[in-house]
Protein backbone atom coordinates (compact mmCIF):
# COMPACT_ATOMS: atom_id res chain seq x y z
CA UNK A 1 0.00 0.00 0.00
CA UNK A 2 1.78 3.54 -1.01
CA UNK A 3 2.19 5.91 1.56
CA UNK A 4 1.74 9.54 1.82
CA UNK A 5 2.87 11.18 -0.79
CA UNK A 6 4.22 14.85 -0.53
CA UNK A 7 6.03 17.52 -3.20
CA UNK A 8 8.28 18.81 -3.90
CA UNK A 9 10.59 17.38 -0.88
CA UNK A 10 12.88 20.99 -0.51
CA UNK A 11 12.27 24.61 -1.23
CA UNK A 12 14.15 27.84 -0.99
CA UNK A 13 12.41 31.09 -1.73
CA UNK A 14 13.15 34.36 -0.78
CA UNK A 15 10.75 36.28 1.89
CA UNK A 16 7.51 37.44 0.45
CA UNK A 17 7.12 35.15 -2.28
CA UNK A 18 4.37 32.41 -2.21
CA UNK A 19 4.88 28.56 -2.38
CA UNK A 20 2.54 25.91 -2.31
CA UNK A 21 2.78 22.26 -1.52
CA UNK A 22 0.93 18.77 -2.49
CA UNK A 23 -0.16 15.74 -0.13
CA UNK A 24 -2.02 12.63 -1.79
CA UNK A 25 -2.85 10.80 1.37
CA UNK A 26 -3.04 7.34 2.17
CA UNK A 27 -5.73 5.92 -0.44
CA UNK A 28 -9.21 5.28 1.54
CA UNK A 29 -8.24 8.03 3.76
CA UNK A 30 -10.90 10.55 4.61
CA UNK A 31 -8.91 12.38 7.01
CA UNK A 32 -6.25 14.85 6.30
CA UNK A 33 -3.85 17.09 8.33
CA UNK A 34 -0.68 19.83 7.34
CA UNK A 35 1.46 19.75 10.50
CA UNK A 36 4.56 22.63 10.44
CA UNK A 37 7.33 21.38 12.17
CA UNK A 38 10.06 24.11 13.45
CA UNK A 39 13.42 22.61 13.92
CA UNK A 40 13.92 21.37 17.03
CA UNK A 41 10.38 20.74 17.96
CA UNK A 42 7.52 18.23 17.37
CA UNK A 43 5.17 19.13 14.73
CA UNK A 44 2.31 21.38 15.11
CA UNK A 45 -1.50 20.89 13.76
CA UNK A 46 -2.21 23.44 10.98
CA UNK A 47 -5.46 22.27 9.58
CA UNK A 48 -7.64 19.38 9.26
CA UNK A 49 -10.07 17.97 6.70
CA UNK A 50 -12.62 15.40 6.88
CA UNK A 51 -12.99 14.80 3.24
CA UNK A 52 -13.48 18.12 1.80
CA UNK A 53 -14.24 20.28 4.93
CA UNK A 54 -12.26 22.04 7.30
CA UNK A 55 -12.50 20.21 11.02
CA UNK A 56 -10.21 22.14 12.88
CA UNK A 57 -7.94 25.19 11.47
CA UNK A 58 -7.34 27.22 14.60
CA UNK A 59 -3.50 27.27 14.34
CA UNK A 60 -3.77 28.31 10.84
CA UNK A 61 -2.18 32.05 10.35
CA UNK A 62 -4.93 32.50 7.78
CA UNK A 63 -3.75 36.45 6.80
CA UNK A 64 -0.76 33.98 4.49
CA UNK A 65 -1.66 30.50 4.71
CA UNK A 66 -4.48 28.89 2.97
CA UNK A 67 -5.15 25.08 2.43
CA UNK A 68 -7.93 23.43 0.59
CA UNK A 69 -8.73 19.88 -0.54
CA UNK A 70 -11.14 20.56 -3.10
CA UNK A 71 -12.27 16.53 -4.20
CA UNK A 72 -11.67 15.38 -0.67
CA UNK A 73 -7.96 13.39 -1.95
CA UNK A 74 -5.46 15.46 -2.61
CA UNK A 75 -4.61 18.42 -1.06
CA UNK A 76 -2.66 21.96 -1.48
CA UNK A 77 -1.12 24.13 1.23
CA UNK A 78 0.00 27.49 -0.07
CA UNK A 79 2.15 30.20 1.68
CA UNK A 80 1.43 33.84 0.76
CA UNK A 81 3.69 35.81 1.31
CA UNK A 82 6.11 34.30 3.02
CA UNK A 83 8.37 35.20 6.06
CA UNK A 84 11.51 34.21 7.57
CA UNK A 85 10.17 32.41 10.60
CA UNK A 86 7.73 30.46 7.96
CA UNK A 87 11.01 28.17 7.60
CA UNK A 88 9.66 24.79 8.53
CA UNK A 89 9.28 20.96 7.93
CA UNK A 90 5.59 20.97 6.54
CA UNK A 91 4.13 17.63 7.03
CA UNK A 92 0.88 15.53 5.39
CA UNK A 93 -0.81 13.17 7.35
CA UNK A 94 -3.89 11.18 6.77
CA UNK A 95 -6.01 8.90 8.65
CA UNK A 96 -8.88 6.18 7.66
CA UNK A 97 -11.26 8.84 10.30
CA UNK A 98 -11.33 11.33 12.89
CA UNK A 99 -11.14 10.43 16.44
CA UNK A 100 -8.58 9.50 19.25
CA UNK A 101 -7.87 6.03 18.16
CA UNK A 102 -7.28 6.56 15.02
CA UNK A 103 -3.90 6.49 14.22
CA UNK A 104 -1.96 9.28 11.76
CA UNK A 105 0.54 8.21 8.64
CA UNK A 106 2.68 10.98 7.60
CA UNK A 107 4.14 11.76 4.66
CA UNK A 108 7.98 12.41 3.65
CA UNK A 109 7.76 15.71 4.27
CA UNK A 110 8.72 19.17 2.36
CA UNK A 111 11.56 21.51 3.66
CA UNK A 112 11.14 25.18 3.32
CA UNK A 113 13.31 28.03 4.03
CA UNK A 114 12.72 30.91 3.39
CA UNK A 115 15.70 33.42 2.88
CA UNK B 1 -4.90 21.38 28.13
CA UNK B 2 -3.04 18.99 26.78
CA UNK B 3 0.13 18.45 26.74
CA UNK B 4 3.29 16.07 26.32
CA UNK B 5 6.82 16.67 28.18
CA UNK B 6 9.80 14.77 26.63
CA UNK B 7 12.72 15.91 29.40
CA UNK B 8 15.58 14.27 27.81
CA UNK B 9 16.58 16.09 24.54
CA UNK B 10 19.22 13.72 23.61
CA UNK B 11 20.83 10.78 23.83
CA UNK B 12 23.63 9.02 23.06
CA UNK B 13 24.54 5.25 23.25
CA UNK B 14 26.92 2.57 22.41
CA UNK B 15 25.72 -0.04 20.38
CA UNK B 16 23.86 -3.57 22.25
CA UNK B 17 23.20 -0.41 25.20
CA UNK B 18 19.46 -0.81 26.34
CA UNK B 19 17.97 3.00 26.43
CA UNK B 20 14.86 3.95 27.73
CA UNK B 21 12.76 7.53 26.56
CA UNK B 22 10.60 8.89 28.88
CA UNK B 23 7.17 10.52 28.29
CA UNK B 24 5.23 12.42 30.91
CA UNK B 25 1.78 13.32 29.49
CA UNK B 26 -0.94 15.92 30.80
CA UNK B 27 -4.83 15.79 30.47
CA UNK B 28 -8.17 15.82 32.26
CA UNK B 29 -9.88 13.58 29.82
CA UNK B 30 -10.70 9.94 31.14
CA UNK B 31 -10.46 8.86 27.72
CA UNK B 32 -7.35 9.19 25.57
CA UNK B 33 -4.90 7.84 23.27
CA UNK B 34 -0.86 7.87 23.66
CA UNK B 35 1.47 7.07 20.75
CA UNK B 36 5.03 7.13 19.82
CA UNK B 37 6.75 7.88 16.32
CA UNK B 38 10.27 7.82 15.17
CA UNK B 39 11.66 10.17 12.47
CA UNK B 40 14.93 9.15 11.18
CA UNK B 41 16.98 11.48 9.25
CA UNK B 42 15.08 11.08 6.53
CA UNK B 43 12.17 13.26 8.04
CA UNK B 44 9.00 10.74 7.86
CA UNK B 45 7.28 10.40 11.10
CA UNK B 46 7.20 6.75 11.27
CA UNK B 47 4.15 5.06 13.65
CA UNK B 48 5.39 3.22 16.45
CA UNK B 49 2.86 2.07 18.58
CA UNK B 50 -0.09 3.33 19.87
CA UNK B 51 -2.11 3.36 23.45
CA UNK B 52 -5.39 3.63 24.63
CA UNK B 53 -5.58 5.28 28.67
CA UNK B 54 -8.04 1.99 29.51
CA UNK B 55 -5.46 -0.26 28.53
CA UNK B 56 -1.95 -0.53 30.92
CA UNK B 57 -0.70 -3.37 30.21
CA UNK B 58 2.57 -3.27 28.65
CA UNK B 59 3.78 -4.53 25.58
CA UNK B 60 7.24 -5.83 23.74
CA UNK B 61 7.72 -6.04 20.09
CA UNK B 62 11.00 -7.56 19.23
CA UNK B 63 13.62 -5.17 20.36
CA UNK B 64 10.90 -3.00 21.49
CA UNK B 65 8.50 -2.23 24.62
CA UNK B 66 6.56 0.29 26.20
CA UNK B 67 5.53 0.83 30.25
CA UNK B 68 2.17 2.58 30.39
CA UNK B 69 1.26 3.56 33.93
CA UNK B 70 -1.23 6.14 34.28
CA UNK B 71 -0.56 6.14 38.01
CA UNK B 72 2.39 8.97 36.86
CA UNK B 73 0.97 9.73 33.59
CA UNK B 74 3.87 8.21 31.74
CA UNK B 75 4.37 6.37 28.57
CA UNK B 76 8.09 5.10 28.26
CA UNK B 77 9.63 3.53 25.73
CA UNK B 78 12.26 0.98 25.59
CA UNK B 79 14.38 0.02 22.94
CA UNK B 80 16.85 -3.59 24.05
CA UNK B 81 20.12 -3.98 22.39
CA UNK B 82 20.40 -0.92 20.54
CA UNK B 83 21.47 -0.63 16.32
CA UNK B 84 22.84 1.83 14.48
CA UNK B 85 19.50 2.03 12.86
CA UNK B 86 17.49 3.28 15.43
CA UNK B 87 19.01 6.58 15.57
CA UNK B 88 16.47 8.89 15.00
CA UNK B 89 14.26 11.64 16.92
CA UNK B 90 11.72 9.97 19.04
CA UNK B 91 8.24 11.53 19.66
CA UNK B 92 5.44 10.83 22.00
CA UNK B 93 1.90 12.84 21.39
CA UNK B 94 -1.36 12.49 23.06
CA UNK B 95 -4.59 12.76 21.65
CA UNK B 96 -7.48 13.72 23.88
CA UNK B 97 -11.14 14.75 23.62
CA UNK B 98 -10.42 17.81 25.30
CA UNK B 99 -7.72 18.52 22.90
CA UNK B 100 -9.83 18.69 19.94
CA UNK B 101 -8.46 15.20 19.51
CA UNK B 102 -5.74 16.81 17.88
CA UNK B 103 -2.36 15.22 18.31
CA UNK B 104 -0.58 17.08 20.32
CA UNK B 105 3.31 16.38 20.32
CA UNK B 106 6.43 16.20 22.63
CA UNK B 107 9.77 18.23 21.46
CA UNK B 108 10.97 14.98 20.56
CA UNK B 109 14.13 12.98 21.67
CA UNK B 110 17.02 12.94 19.84
CA UNK B 111 18.65 9.35 20.03
CA UNK B 112 22.13 8.28 18.15
CA UNK B 113 23.62 5.22 18.43
CA UNK B 114 26.97 4.83 17.94
CA UNK B 115 28.64 1.47 16.58
Known amino acids: EAGVAQSPRYKIIEKRQSVAFWCNPISGHATLYWYQQILGQGPKLLIQ????????DSQLPKDRFSAERLKGVDSTLKIQPAKLEDSAVYLC?????????????FGPGTRLLVL | AQKVTQAQTEISVVEKEDVTLDCVYE???????LFWYKQPPSGELVFLIR??????QNEISGRYSWNFQKSTSSFNFTITASQVVDSAVYFC????????????FGKGMKLTVNP
Open chain 2, 27 to 33: TRDTTYY
Open chain 2, 51 to 56: RNSFDE
Open chain 1, 49 to 56: FQNNGVVD
Open chain 1, 93 to 105: ASSLATGRKETQY
Open chain 2, 93 to 104: ALKSQGGSEKLV
